[in-house]
């Protein structure tokens, strides 16, 4: 591996990525999106970066959504994966 790339992403076990894999493979129920990262922070990171995407389709556009009304969607979406 290279020396430049920091240890957090060098040293993670493959397991993780493989049991994901494997899920989407063989699950009688596969996901339809798999988040396999190292720890909570690259986690929280990739979620951030998914709202931040949101947060900038939103604005500025004829029929900005408020706060509110952002959270009756995310709540809807998450509702809809459980």
Same mark, same amino acid.
């Given at each position: 591996?290279?020396?430049?790339?920091?240890?957090?992403?060098?040293?993670?076990?493959?397991?993780?990525?493989?049991? =994901?894999?494997?899920?989407?493979?063989? =699950?009688?129920?596969?996901?339809?999106?798999?988040l396999v990262?190292?720890?909570?922070?690259?986690?929280?990171?990739?979620?951030?970066?998914?709202?931040?995407?949101?947060?900038?389709?939103?604005?500025?556009?004829?029929?900005?959504?408020?706060r509110e009304?952002l959270i009756?969607?995310?709540?809807? =979406?998450?509702?809809?994966?459980?």
């Amino acid at each position: 591996m290279p020396a430049h790339l920091p240890d957090k992403i060098l040293s993670p076990s493959a397991d993780p990525v493989a049991e =994901a894999a494997l899920h989407a493979l063989f =699950a009688d129920a596969p996901k339809r999106r798999y988040l396999v990262t190292p720890n909570q922070e690259e986690a929280e990171i990739t979620i951030k970066g998914a709202l931040t995407r949101i947060a900038q389709l939103n604005a500025d556009q004829p029929y900005e959504l408020d706060r509110e009304q952002l959270i009756e969607m995310l709540d809807a =979406a998450m509702h809809k994966v459980d």
